[in-house]
């Protein structure tokens, strides 16, 4: 044993990249080396090359390494197992996330042969020699000569994404129905074309940061690769539909613990919406289609968005930043065509937010939603009992309002009552009715103010405006209350069908609520019931009415589940693990990433898109104090 050890130490390390010939005191090969090299130059003479072609233009310097072809090469319909060998000098360049093209052989050499676009899924070391590195031996050969890098061999397991053909349309990409060739060469896929095609990222649409790879992010000629979301409308030049569905219309969700950018990516991203572009919408009361633009309404619990109506004064016109920015189709500076409503409430101060409106909550919401006056779960006696006293209340006053509501209440105090009488109203649910409906925070959001929110709609819905309801000012039942009367008129007129504001019903719109976690998450009373139910039916019905959701939260598992399942684009930037784990919408192989991200760094699943990482922008594209 000891004999065959020091044979094995008195030998150089193999390299994976060339072989050492034996220890014979000279450099020229072994008779039996010699013969071997003969034979095999020998027998490749024999052999066809077969030439498989590639669409990189410089195979060397974008070649990564080849399939591997010792290992089983799988491909069916639910999974995968394709490997590279990945070449010493490429080394340092590989990561997982990056994206590949693997050449299938075509019939004609001279034609584009379809490619498998796939990404790096993993990187395993394996020991180049038969030697365990779990034994004496192979800790004595440690002790002498190093063990180095060159003495293993990287391999990068690969995730097929799609299957890339050239038309003469340009490039298509379909399902991955074709296995990769053993030793095919691997390349890095670095063409702007090839990568929208296999991750279906469109040409255009709304900016969404920059596509990247373990937060750095992909250039292409020098540039970095923009990543939009799909926002087809009207062809300003046409006037023709164009063909697709707006991403916006199926409902989004920004998610991110505190700290990681989610305000400022939320900014730069709302930012792309303000602008002259049209959607068809259908008139309810002509059926006729309608090109509008959108009505951005923005619900700000934190008044951060007011200031969007100013530009970043870092970002001048002038800039070389600025011009390259625009010239990518990102809209930069403030927004002109801006409003800020803010709620007129009882016993609170109106925040600071510059140029602004105020806005009334009238009590006469209340008269198709009654659940707004439950913050509870009564019983069914008494919500019936409560729903008939409304309801015979609008029925007898043309000037409704809360004061009035409880005067009229009061006047039927008496059990022999017409009101009392007419529903056979128990003391003992009277008592309840009257408890009920004598909450403070009623007097104080109902009927402040000169401007219903009814009569003002054409101004806060208006289209091609950005419209900001800060509500910082407000806390507890006052805020929640407040919201979900502006919520409710907001979904009721957009997806219903009679009686409905018309600036609100034909007008495409964007519903932005930050925290929303506090409004639609799972319901616990019976105004909250009444608001998710109605969001549900909305995240339904949005493609249609065209509403979109747009939800911006540090508790995206708080979401009501039903509602999580309708939103078809989900932008997580960093989040614990906790809260990863209860989020199934998290894209497969990000749950580890993303308790790593930093700031700005975000993953993104957009319908009918790869899930892919990108990184935002470092600077605000709007005025963005915190």
Aim: hydrophobic share 30%; aromatic share 6%; glycine share 6%.
């Amino acid at each position: 044993m000891s004999d065959n050890t020091d044979d094995i130490l008195d030998r150089d390390p193999v390299s994976n990249d060339e072989s050492t010939s034996a220890d014979t005191g000279t450099d020229e090969p072994t008779d039996n080396e010699t013969d071997t090299t003969d034979r095999e130059t020998d027998d490749q003479t024999t052999v066809p090359e077969t030439t498989v072609p590639n669409s990189l233009t410089d195979a060397d310097e974008d070649e990564l390494g080849h399939v591997v072809a010792s290992e089983e090469i799988h491909v069916t319909r639910s999974e995968y197992t394709v490997n590279a060998f990945v070449k010493t000098d490429c080394r340092d360049d590989v990561r997982v996330g990056d994206y590949v093209q693997i050449p299938y052989p075509g019939s004609d050499p001279t034609e584009q042969a379809d490619e498998l676009f796939a990404v790096v899924d993993g990187l395993r070391y394996e020991p180049y020699t038969e030697l365990d590195d779990k034994s004496d031996t192979h800790n004595r050969i440690a002790s002498v000569h190093a063990l180095d890098e060159t003495e293993f061999v990287l391999v990068a397991e690969l995730e097929p994404i799609a299957i890339i053909s050239s038309t003469d349309d340009g490039l298509e990409r379909s399902i991955v129905n074709k296995i990769p060739k053993p030793n095919t060469p691997v390349a890095f896929s670095l063409d702007e074309e090839y990568l929208r095609t296999g991750l279906n990222i469109p040409q255009d649409g709304v900016f969404a940061g920059y596509l990247s790879v373990g937060g750095d992010r992909m250039t292409v000629d020098g540039d970095p690769l923009p990543y939009f979301i799909n926002n087809p409308g009207i062809d300003p030049v046409t006037e023709e539909i164009e063909s697709g569905e707006p991403a916006i219309f199926r409902h989004t969700l920004v998610a991110g613990s505190t700290g990681k950018g989610k305000t400022h990516f939320t900014k730069n991203l709302l930012r792309q919406f303000a602008t002259d572009k049209r959607y068809p919408i259908e008139n309810h009361q002509t059926g006729d289609t309608e090109h509008s633009r959108l009505n951005l309404v923005i619900l700000d619990p934190e008044n951060e968005y007011s200031e969007m109506r100013n530009g970043n004064p870092e970002l001048r016109d002038e800039d070389e930043l600025v011009q390259r920015l625009e010239r990518q189709g990102i809209e930069v500076g403030g927004i002109d065509n801006f409003e800020t409503f803010i709620p007129d409430i009882g016993n609170t101060n109106a925040p600071t937010t510059g140029e602004s409106r105020n806005l009334t909550i009238p009590f006469s919401l209340v008269e198709h939603r009654p659940q707004l006056l439950m913050p509870y779960t009564p019983t069914e006696v008494t919500r019936g009992a409560l729903e008939n006293c409304i309801q015979a209340y609008f029925d007898d006053t043309d000037a409704p309002t809360y004061d009035n509501f409880l005067q009229y209440l009061r006047t039927n105090e008496d059990s022999e009552s017409p009101l009392r009488q007419r529903y056979n109203i128990e003391d003992g649910t009277w008592s309840a009715i009257m408890r009920r409906v004598t909450d403070a925070a009623y007097r104080d959001v109902f009927d402040h103010g000169t401007n219903p929110l009814p009569d003002v709609s054409n101004a806060v819905f208006r289209e091609g405006q950005v419209t900001v309801i800060p509500t910082s000012h407000l806390h507890g039942a006052k805020e929640e209350l407040t919201v979900l009367s502006i919520l409710s008129y907001i979904i009721d007129n957009k997806i219903d069908d009679y009686n409905v504001d018309p600036n609100v019903k034909d007008t495409p719109l964007l519903v932005a609520v930050d925290e929303a976690h506090n409004y639609v998450s799972d319901p616990n009373t019976l105004r909250e019931q009444y608001i998710v139910n109605r969001a549900r039916d909305a995240v339904k019905q949005g493609r249609k009415d065209k509403l979109g959701l747009f939800m911006i939260t540090q508790n995206p598992e708080d979401i009501d589940g039903d509602i999580l399942k309708q939103t078809n684009t989900n932008i997580f930037l960093g989040l614990r693990e906790e809260v990863i784990t209860k989020v199934p919408s998290i894209p497969r192989g990000y749950e580890q990433d993303l308790q790593k991200y930093g700031k700005g760094q975000a993953v993104i699943k957009a319908p009918d898109v790869e899930a892919v990482e990108v990184k935002g922008l470092p600077y605000c594209l709007t005025q963005h104090s915190n």
